[in-house]
């Protein structure tokens, strides 16, 4: 893909939440952000069904692929098979505090090891011709001094090419703390990030972290290149919707509610029609938090999620939840 937009907005890489089907929904409301993939093991994918992890929709790019491992000959490997399936991008997480990770010695306990991080980065991008970005905390467990994420963040920019840093901006708490603590615990210390990008002018600075509004993340474009957006935009998508427009200068009219069902509609017939076992589920799952605010959005989230209307496979049923809330707002 040619002319790639800037990674000034990105939808957060999120493991269960960020599959081809979410992605094909957020590419309808955002052209030119960036998306994600679920952090894949680059084992899963050197000895495993390639199609099944890489395949995605025509029309998701720009899309980066993101990695789990330590191994740079299989991340390397990995990331050859990105760039073949037309990635756009092939990150490695440095931020993943899950105990399974821990036990891979891969995600966030790398930020103790910058020296094998640059082994991997360097093989991953011997191995292709696009970027290779890395995704990581400001600390590890009780590291709590600016030095620590610094000291990370310079030693990879003297030792590799790696010129995109995402800095979820807190740390990893890798004993006691859940995962989903792990996002909300330790404190958010965005100046940490700002000041990386200071410090490293030359070096593409990604901010992420507890943003959930336009305004916040015009106000953080004003210190780092860049805003990484996770949960806010799987909870509700229309916040994606004036990005195109406030961040990339765009003058096609935001989508309409009414526009982007039917698309979804369209898409999720096609899936289903294609029998290889996509079911309505999988698909409206990630559409549950489109209607946030609307009247009637309970009676959206509660028909894609009821377990009866669901089994019968029909993709109409989209459409019916839809019609209760046109009726209720006045939509055509
Ligand atoms: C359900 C879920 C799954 C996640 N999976 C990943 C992942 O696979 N890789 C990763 O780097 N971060 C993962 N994260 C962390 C997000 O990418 C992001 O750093 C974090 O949620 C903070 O951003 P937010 O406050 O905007 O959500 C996940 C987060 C959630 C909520």
Known sequence: MHNLPPRR???????????????????????HSWLYSEMINAGAIIHGDKTRFLM??????????????SEPADLAKAAKAAEDYGYNE????????????????????????????AD????????????VTVKHRIGVDRQ?????????????????ACRTYIVHARNAWLDGLSPKENREVPPLKYEYVYRLKQEFPDLEIIINGG??????????????????????????????????ALFYGSSHAPITEADLVARLYDYALSQVNAGRGTTVRHIARHYLGLMHGLKNARSWRRM?????????????????????????????
Request: hydrophobic share 45%; proline share 5%.
């Open 144 to 160: 709590t001094e600016y030095s620590t994420v610094a000291d990370f963040v310079g030693t990879l920019r003297k030792q590799t």
């Open 304 to 332: 894609l999620s009821d377990a009866a209307l669901l089994k019968p496979n029909r993709p109409e049923l989209i459409l019916e939840a839809w019609a209760q809330v046109a009726a209720a707002n006045g939509f055509e």
């Open 211 to 244: 943003i959930t509004t336009n305004e916040e993340i015009a106000a953080h474009l004003k210190h780092v290149d860049g805003v990484m957006v996770g949960r806010e935009a799987y909870h509700n998508p229309m916040v994606m919707r004036d990005w195109d």
């Open 120 to 131: 991997c980065l360097n093989a991953m991008q011997d191995a292709v011709q696009i970027p």
């Open 90 to 117: 092939v990150n490695l997480n440095c931020g993943c505090p899950s105990p399974r990770v821990q036990k891979g010695a891969f995600g966030a306990c790398l930020m103790n090891d910058a020296a094998l991080v």
């Open 56 to 69: 995605f929709n025509e029309g998701e790019n720009p899309l980066a692929l993101q990695l789990g491992g």
């Open 9 to 31: 907005l990105a939808v957060a890489p999120m493991l269960d939440w960020t599959d081809k089907h979410y992605r094909h929904m957020a590419r309808q409301i955002t052209r």
